[in-house]
């Protein structure tokens, strides 16, 4: 009976660990889409994601970016920080769940840049998030784009990924 206590948890940690690995990798694919179907203005000699606090989708990113490159040829740069005043000049912002708190203070700080922020955290295109991750009711990645702050920043995504997405604003 014992090993039965003590098996039990041990198996739920194993299955949530592999849910949430493969919530990361899906993400990951995502954003390589975004990588593929928008279009930043002013393009610099690398496409750079930069990760905003500590999470497991920054090994993803990082294997993303030493396999593929963007459909002009760039490299994929990806970088790290967990303070506000070292984020940097990038395309895409992950704002990790522990950083969420921080979303109303990102948006300012970066405002008027052309940084495609993504969060994983219901309700951040409210506070800035251009694009916010979910799981519906089937258990299937999906994502949401807020139309307004995806203009503001002067990002362009194309029909077919504006489609797939649940449009706010």
Same mark, same amino acid.
């Given at each position: 009976? $014992?090993?039965?206590?003590?098996?039990?948890?041990?198996?739920?940690?194993?299955?949530?660990?592999?849910?949430?690995?493969?919530?990361?990798?899906?993400?990951?694919? $995502?954003?390589?889409?975004?990588?593929?179907?928008?279009?930043?203005?002013?393009?610099?000699?690398? $496409?750079? /994601?930069?990760?905003? +606090?500590?999470?497991?989708?920054?090994?993803?990113?990082?294997?993303?970016?030493?396999?593929?490159?963007?459909?002009?040829?760039?490299?994929?740069?990806?970088?790290?920080?967990?303070?506000?005043?070292?984020?940097?000049?990038?395309? /895409?912002?992950?704002?990790?769940?522990?950083?969420?708190?921080?979303?109303?203070?990102?948006?300012?700080?970066?405002?008027?840049?052309?940084?495609?922020?993504?969060?994983?955290?219901? +309700?951040?295109?409210?506070? +800035?998030?251009?694009?916010?991750?979910?799981?519906?009711?089937?258990?299937?990645?999906? $994502?949401?784009?807020?139309?307004?702050?995806?203009?503001?920043?002067?990002?362009?995504?194309? +029909?077919?990924?504006?489609?797939?997405?649940?449009?706010?604003?």
């Amino acid at each position: 009976m $014992f090993k039965i206590f003590f098996i039990l948890p041990l198996l739920c940690i194993s299955i949530s660990i592999q849910a949430q690995s493969e919530d990361y990798k899906t993400q990951t694919l $995502f954003i390589y889409n975004f990588i593929k179907y928008a279009s930043w203005p002013d393009q610099q000699s690398e $496409f750079i /994601i930069q990760v905003y +606090g500590d999470s497991p989708i920054l090994s993803e990113l990082k294997q993303l970016a030493s396999l593929k490159k963007t459909p002009e040829g760039l490299a994929i740069k990806v970088v790290q920080t967990n303070e506000l005043a070292a984020i940097s000049t990038c395309n /895409i912002l992950y704002v990790a769940n522990t950083k969420s708190k921080e979303m109303e203070a990102i948006a300012e700080s970066t405002k008027g840049k052309p940084y495609l922020i993504i969060s994983s955290r219901d +309700g951040m295109t409210k506070k +800035g998030a251009v694009v916010v991750f979910f799981l519906n009711e089937d258990e299937r990645m999906g $994502f949401t784009i807020s139309r307004n702050k995806l203009t503001a920043r002067k990002i362009k995504m194309s +029909g077919e990924l504006m489609r797939m997405a649940e449009l706010v604003d």
